[in-house]
Nanobody, 114 residues
């Protein structure tokens, strides 16, 4: 089974930036698409962004459009999430997910303080 490992989370002030990374244990070519999800305390998990591996087509949640950018580097088996203009409401655990299958990483905490 493929392993996904997220990194890059942390504590940042509102208006700041973070870049999350999701490293896969095998080639990204085995995935149709990969996405970033987040879950805040007491809330359901929501999709933040996704990218198709072959064509690089991207999709974003309304709350992050224009602020977050998802990308992938196939040679590094890694998917990134660049997060700019962070807001306190972006605070959550961020998870990486790959399809097909139900492949999840362990999550990385992002905390935005005002």
């Amino acid at each position: 089974q493929v392993q996904l490992v997220e990194s890059g989370g942390g504590l940042v002030q509102a208006g700041g930036s973070l870049r999350l990374s999701c490293a896969a244990s095998r080639s990204l070519s085995g995935f149709f698409d990969m996405g970033w999800y987040r879950q805040a305390p007491g809330k359901e998990r929501e999709q933040v962004a996704s990218i198709t591996i072959s064509g690089g087509l991207t999709n974003y949640g309304d709350s992050v459009k224009g602020r977050f950018t998802i990308s992938r580097v196939n040679a590094k088996n890694t998917v990134y999430l660049q997060m700019n203009s962070l807001k306190p409401e972006d605070t959550a655990v961020y998870f990486c997910h790959g399809r097909p299958g139900d492949n999840w990483g362990q999550g990385t905490q992002v905390t935005v303080v005002s």
